[in-house]
Nanobody
Framework: QAQLEESGGGSVQPGDSLTLSCTPS????????MAWFRQAPGKDQEGVAA???????TYLDSVKGRFTISKDNAKNTLYLQMVSLKSEDTAMYYC???????????????????????WGQGTQVTVSS
């Protein structure tokens, strides 16, 4: 059973940057599909970004151009680099993984919760002035 551990969250001001990390155990980031999700208070969880085993990526429209998902196979770590943060980015951010490649529909839409079986506990990101 794989376990995922997120880190890097914090409280920042609008316009600041943060980089989240996800370090799995029992799972290899070079394989399968990995993603970041977020859930703000009172809102549904939404898929933010996904990266496939071959490095192809997909993003939620509202984060395109500001967020970058990447992975370091040597360090077995997934990242989410976030710049130009906005108050609406405030949420708990979760790392997710699955041993299968990303679904082909990810070529045109952000990740879906039901496609992932491994989840981290989350890291809080708060953007406030």
């Amino acid at each position: 059973q794989a376990q995922l551990e997120e880190s890097g969250g914090g409280s920042v001001q609008p316009g600041d940057s943060l980089t989240l990390s996800c370090t799995p155990s029992g799972y290899t980031v070079s394989r399968g599909c990995m993603a970041w999700f977020r859930q703000a208070p009172g809102k549904d969880q939404e898929g933010v970004a996904a990266i496939d085993y071959d490095g192809s990526t997909t993003y939620l429209d509202s984060v395109k151009g500001r967020f970058t998902i990447s992975k370091d196979n040597a360090k077995n770590t997934l990242y989410l680099q976030m710049v130009s943060l906005k108050s609406e980015d405030t949420a708990m951010y979760y790392c997710a993984a699955d041993s299968r490649p990303c679904h082909p529909r990810y070529a045109r839409q952000p990740p879906s919760r039901g496609d992932f079986i491994y989840w981290g506990q989350g890291t809080q990101v708060t953007v406030s002035s």
